[in-house]
């Protein structure tokens, strides 16, 4: 700094000051050159080395920031008292194995993509949820699975609906989204397009369960009582909506969702519910939250919950537990019931249901597996 009239003023380093010295050579010594230039020289390095310092220590904030991972299983009248304690614990270690599978993929630096649909393909092999292995029937008598998957760091995303052969049609969705040019492709299509893509296909019948037929049994023949007294924790028609999902945010900061249903017990004419449909069931924008949802899918569609909530948080500001009250309590206005689980970019997430009970659970890089079924717990 030099003073000039009583005030402080900088001395001119920049590209002005060249093109004056420039311009004016003759009224500059060499000997002022060489100062002028060794100062600027100087300040230069001084300042790019204080760049690389805080883009290096931007770059390790990230490195060591947290990842999350939230699942469901599902939501609907799960009341204590319904299922056995063998049952419980069942559902509840599945739970605990999805969370595994996703937090290994975070914890060693993958992405939020890939721990989504690890830790749907987990719940997709169970028979005790409605994905996958354990989907619904259809009134005639069918399995037709739906998927989705979105990748909150660029919105690409893939859905796939009414898919008969493939064994995990999360994948399936994925496939979509990485080797078409699609975004959702349905029916006989999609189980086409599954085999070329190179998914395990499987015969129908490695998704028939003996449960999910009495379920339709009773769908059919209401009054027959076949689906709770026979056991087992409640899971299609109106007691409950069994679809998973899993959300997820990796190391990078990104955001990714997926979700994956058999649909409602006894439904026809190629209906789809939400669970696929991008922004209704699932939805993942890295600048606002990822979101998977379950329920009764037609309300789910006319609310558009997924993006709803997304948008709540990106324009008003909420929080996940704020905007996902507000959407639930919306699409109840309707008529809906269900359950949807959400995360922020920032890491916080919420579980939002209004329901008697929720199969969800949740783990972060410095928190511990928590799964749960209940309201109250
Ligand atoms: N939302 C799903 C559907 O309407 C059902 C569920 O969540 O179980 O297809």
């Not at 600027?40 to 790019?48: C, E, G, I, L, P």
Request: charged fraction near 25%; aromatic fraction near 6%; proline fraction near 3%.
């Amino acid at each position: 700094m030099v003073k000039s009239k009583g005030r402080k003023v900088s001395r001119p380093y920049g590209v002005p000051a060249i093109a004056r010295l420039l311009s004016d050579g003759r009224s500059v010594g060499r000997a002022n050159l060489r100062r002028f230039v060794a100062r600027f020289a100087a300040r230069f390095v001084t300042r790019f080395a204080t760049l690389l310092v805080m883009t290096a220590a931007c770059t390790v904030a990230r490195a060591e920031s947290d990842w999350v991972l939230v699942i469901h299983g599902g939501a609907g009248v799960i009341e204590r008292g319904d299922m056995s304690a063998e049952q419980e614990q069942s559902i509840r270690a599945a739970l605990q194995l999805a969370l595994q599978r996703g937090a290994e993929v975070l914890e060693r630096g993958g992405s939020a993509l890939d721990a989504v649909e690890q830790a749907v393909r987990v719940l997709e092999d169970d028979p005790q949820f409605n994905a996958g292995r354990g989907a619904v029937f259809t009134a005639q008598g069918v399995n037709e699975l739906d998927a989705a998957i979105m990748d909150g760091q660029n919105r690409r995303a893939g859905a796939v609906a009414d898919v008969t052969r493939t064994r995990n049609p999360v994948s399936l969705a994925r496939a979509v989204m990485e080797k078409s040019p699609h975004v959702m492709l349905v029916g006989a299509g999609a189980d086409k397009f599954s085999k070329e893509a190179g998914l395990q296909q499987v015969d129908s019948r490695y998704f028939f369960t003996p449960r999910r037929w009495r379920e339709l049994q009773e769908f059919l023949h209401p009054g027959a009582g076949h689906a709770r007294s026979a056991g087992g924790p409640p899971i299609a028609g109106d007691d409950l909506h069994g679809t998973v999902g899993a959300v997820a945010l990796d190391r990078n900061g990104h955001l990714a969702a997926a979700t994956s249903t058999g649909g409602l017990t006894g439904k026809r004419w190629g209906r789809v519910g939400d669970s696929p449909i991008i922004g209704a069931g699932t939805y993942a924008d890295d600048r606002a939250c990822a979101v998977s949802a379950t329920g009764s899918g037609e309300y789910y569609i006319r609310e558009g919950v997924a993006h709803e909530i997304c948008a709540r948080m990106r324009f008003l500001k909420e929080s996940p537990q704020q905007a996902a009250d507000a959407v639930q309590a919306e699409t109840r206005s309707l008529g809906g019931d269900g359950g949807v689980i959400v995360l922020g970019q920032d890491g916080s997430s919420a579980w939002s249901f209004n329901t008697i009970g929720m199969y969800r659970g949740r783990v972060s890089a410095r928190s511990k597996p928590q799964v749960a079924i209940y309201a109250q717990e």
